[in-house]
Nanobody
Framework: HVQLVESGGGSVSAGGSLRLSCAASAYAYRSVCMGWFRQTPGKEREGVAAIYSGGGRLFYADSVKGRFTISQDNTKNTLYLQMNDLKPEDTAMYYC???????????????????????WGQGTQVTV
């Protein structure tokens, strides 16, 4: 069982920046897909960004391309989301997720919501 703990959320003015972190407990998978999702009350969960460690593929929602950057520090088992030029519509609870994964296609599908991650964090609130 992998535990995920998000941090770094907060309140920021429009145009500002935040960096979210997701610390994962130790796991022995050779390859994973990790993703960031966000959700606001009354709306469906949206995939923001994902990274497939097997090949380094990155996936982004169109709404955040050019503003958000997902990255991973394997030495620290930590996933990051650098968010720049934040907009009011970025306000949401942000969650990270992890799945043992050996397919970039599966990772993309999961980012799009067509496949399900097994492990989720509790979320961190971002308010713009």
């Amino acid at each position: 069982h992998v535990q995920l703990v998000e941090s770094g959320g907060g309140s920021v003015s429009a145009g500002g920046s935040l960096r979210l972190s997701c610390a994962a407990s130790a796991y022995a998978y050779r390859s994973v897909c990790m993703g960031w999702f966000r959700q606001t009350p009354g709306k469906e969960r949206e995939g923001v960004a994902a990274i497939y460690s097997g090949g380094g593929r990155l996936f982004y929602a169109d709404s955040v391309k050019g503003r958000f950057t997902i990255s991973q520090d394997n030495t620290k088992n930590t996933l990051y989301l650098q968010m720049n030029d934040l907009k009011p519509e970025d306000t949401a609870m942000y969650y990270c997720a992890l799945e043992e994964c050996y397919s970039s296609t599966w990772c993309y599908d999961a980012h799009q919501g067509r496949a399900e991650f097994s492990f989720w964090g509790q979320g961190t609130q971002v308010t713009v």
